[in-house]
């Protein structure tokens, strides 16, 4: 008796099973088109005729270079540059190979660690957000000139 009930439930099952799934092909559809819709609606409310997002509306050619040398602190949350006879720290932007540099002159020193570089950058200006915003500027490093370790030498 009880396999004759465990066949009648497998029975409906497969009746009813490809209805179910139909049901439910068609209650996505509706969602997912309900909410582009939604979409499209809420983006044609928005107004702009202002300036919503810019990440910066100046090329690379707009802004000056500049040749500097001090010492720079790469590290968890850091990336700072203290320029030869200046008391400011700036925010450092670099490639890759700046950092894959900093640590092969640090590997066996203390964590933020400061070595000397001379460096080719530009001042992207003061950030308005995230770590950055704590420094005096952002400077983009374009070129590598020197990196060294530090000594007492450095900004004489």
């Known amino acids: 008796m ?3 009930d ?3 439930l497998l029975l409906v099952l497969f009746v009813f099973n490809p209805f179910l799934i139909s049901c439910k092909e068609k209650q996505k559809k509706t969602v997912k088109n309900f909410t ?3 979409i499209v609606e809420q983006n ?3 107004n702009t005729d202002f300036l919503v997002y ?3 509306d100046q090329s690379k ?3 000056t270079q500049n040749i500097l040398r001090g010492r720079m602190t790469l590290g968890h949350e850091v990336s700072s540059f203290s320029p030869c006879g200046d008391n400011n720290e700036f925010w450092i932007l670099a490639g ?3 950092y894959e540099l900093y640590y092969n002159l640090t590997k066996n020193k203390e964590p933020y660690s400061p070595i000397f570089v001379s460096i080719e950058i530009i001042d992207k200006g003061k950030s308005e957000d995230g770590f950055a ?3 005096e500027s952002t400077y983009e490093v374009v070129n590598i000139l020197e990196a060294r370790n530090v000594s007492d030498i450095d900004c004489e």
């Open 36 to 38: 582009n819709e939604k």
């Open 44 to 46: 044609s409310k928005i």
């Open 133 to 135: 915003a704590d420094y």
């Open 2 to 4: 009880k396999l004759k």
């Open 6 to 8: 465990i066949f009648k």
């Open 96 to 98: 890759e190979e700046f």
């Open 54 to 56: 810019s990440e910066k």
């Open 61 to 63: 050619s707009d802004y």
